[in-house]
């Protein structure tokens, strides 16, 4: 790969952040830079690219078709102003039987809920434990943390799906 197509790369980034956010509209920033960062590692370890004055041109129909990709096939994200399409530990609980929320407070559910949070593994059980019983947003998680947001929520939809498993 030439110089050129560096040099074009390096110019047109933020140019090529933008485009493709305006393809995944309601997106995060996050997920508009992890596109591009994909496509364009792909051309640059590409041995036979177009003709410079083609590249431009290449690069961006190479995002669009990677944005129609992760259009087909990523999960429906929830906003991080509500909770996780999981739920709270709290719902979870209370949807377990009549008086699940109750039933947490005796000593046996209690111990029924920590062998569950056992069985989790050890990123899980540390974002539902902060985010669930010490009341930390996501964002302040991911800051202290730092962890991108998206890897924080997906922790906490796996953990809910086992423990949802655990308890039904």
Do not use: C
Not at 15 to 39: C, M, N, P, W
Not at 65 to 92: C, F, H, Q, W
């Amino acid at each position: 790969m030439g110089r050129d197509a560096h040099s074009i790369i390096e110019s047109d980034r933020q140019r090529f952040i933008y485009y493709v956010r305006t393809l995944l509209k309601g997106s995060a920033q996050e997920d508009a830079e992890d596109v591009v960062h994909d496509v364009l590692i792909k051309i640059l370890d590409r041995t036979d690219l177009p003709a410079p004055e083609f590249l431009l041109a290449y690069i961006y129909r190479s995002l669009k078709n990677r944005v129609i990709d992760y259009l087909r096939t990523r999960k429906p994200m929830t906003s991080l102003d509500t909770d996780t399409e999981a739920g709270s530990l709290i719902d979870l609980l209370r949807d377990s039987g009549p008086d699940g929320l109750a039933v947490l407070l005796s000593q046996e559910r209690s111990k029924v809920l920590f062998e569950a949070l056992e069985t989790l593994g050890e990123m899980e059980k540390r974002v539902i434990i902060a985010h669930e019983f010490e009341g930390i947003p996501f964002k302040t998680l991911s800051q202290m943390w730092d962890i991108p947001l998206n890897t924080l929520l997906s922790h906490k939809s796996r953990a809910m799906n086992k423990l949802k498993k655990y308890f039904f």
